[in-house]
């Protein structure tokens, strides 16, 4: 998606009269390169690279930017933290002193807007990331769990940043955000579902199936049928539009490597290794065998699959891609050349970016475990 060639001229003050025409103006935090953002989804592991980042000193790293406690607001933001969250005693302390924040806040964000092509139109929210970046002591690292589908705007308003993405087992994950599987056994459908979803997913549904028409809000399917096709679109677009992908079960296995590995890359320094080494603590995989048998999950991964097949099999050519409008269609085919035996790839650094006229090749970037995706 390009800008329309009307609004260059627009943009570039072609105005027939002098004192109307004013020079262009690039912000700081869009020259800016030491901002940091990870994005994951929700019981992805994105907590524990926030607390990562967070025991590094020349790092401020905030977290859940968009969550509805309102971590700036002393009044709202309550004292609660999740017990699942080892090693976190509040989630808030990179706040104090930015009530500004509130005047720039929409809680809408959480359930709104959820995708957001590199021409969205959101001031708000694009200052209210400004700040952050501009009262950071240190370094900025912000955490999100929603701006998977709103990395095309990220990455057009930050350019210079460095996006990290940390992605788990979608089966592990699914059982993760249920906190207790016991209570929505597999024979539930999404009829049963809204008293239980802790975490929006059926918000999200609803907001993205206005890109994403075949996302599945049937009411007699089950809720892990939408889960995956969410999964799989944030997968898709994280692995384009990061600079690093990282997965869970390998950080859990192989933690020293891993960190040493991204915050080398992220060019990091002044820290204690083995510091953050202790922040892992060992996490249960493979809990979903608990949940159903694989049977049961490979028909609804295999159902989500042909969907995704046939809807991107509607472009045929890369001509009928570039016309479309939403650049989320390069992604879904991009997601649908991932096979399954790169969900545990350890580290993988993007070997192009489109989005970066001014990069080098590929042997130029400091990448490692180089892997290329097809995009058919």
């Not at 950071?136 to 057009?156: H, T």
């Not at 060992?282 to 608990?290: E, S």
């Not at 992604?331 to 970066?356: A, D």
């Amino acid at each position: 998606m390009s800008l329309p060639s009307e609004m260059r001229v627009i943009q570039n003050n072609l105005s027939p009269y002098a004192e109307l025409r004013r020079e262009n103006k690039i912000t700081l935090n869009q020259k800016k390169d030491n901002i940091i953002f990870i994005t994951g989804r929700f019981r992805s592991g994105s907590t524990l690279l926030w607390n990562i980042f967070r025991n590094i000193p020349a790092i401020t790293s905030y977290y859940e930017p968009f969550n509805e406690r309102r971590w700036f607001d002393p009044s709202a933001r309550g004292t609660r933290v999740d017990s699942t969250h080892i090693g976190v005693s509040d989630y808030w302390s990179e706040y104090d002193g930015l009530e500004i924040l509130g005047d720039y806040y929409d809680e809408s964000w959480i359930c709104k807007q959820l995708y957001m092509s590199p021409l969205a139109w959101n001031p708000s929210m694009q200052q209210y990331i400004e700040i952050m970046s501009e009262k950071s002591k240190g370094r900025p690292v912000l955490q999100f769990n929603q701006i998977d589908l709103r990395l095309p705007w990220i990455r057009a308003r930050f350019p210079n940043a460095k996006i990290v993405h940390i992605y788990r087992h979608p089966r592990d994950e699914w059982c993760s955000t249920l906190i207790d599987i016991k209570k929505f056994p597999k024979e539930l459908k999404i009829r049963d579902f809204e008293p239980l979803d802790g975490f929006y997913l059926l918000n999200w549904g609803r907001d993205l199936k206005h890109y994403f028409p075949f996302l599945t809000l049937d009411k007699n399917s089950h809720p892990y049928e939408l889960f995956y096709q969410i999964w799989k679109l944030s997968y898709g677009f994280g692995c384009l539009y990061s600079d690093v992908s990282i997965s869970m079960e390998e950080l859990l296995k192989k933690p020293e490597s891993i960190i040493k590995n991204m915050l080398d890359l992220l060019l990091v320094n002044d820290l204690d290794l083995q510091k953050l080494v202790s922040l892992v603590k060992p996490v249960p995989v493979n809990k979903w065998t608990h949940y159903a048998n694989h049977a049961w999950f490979k028909e609804i991964e295999e159902k989500v699959d042909k969907m995704f097949d046939s809807y991107c099999n509607c472009y045929q050519s890369e001509k009928e891609l570039n016309l479309c409008t939403g650049s989320y269609l390069l992604t879904i085919f991009l997601i649908c050349s991932v096979p399954n035996s790169l969900l545990n790839s350890q580290i993988r650094w993007r070997t192009e970016r489109r989005w970066r006229s001014n990069s080098g090749s590929a042997a130029d970037l400091p990448y490692v475990n180089l892997r290329r995706l097809a995009i058919v």
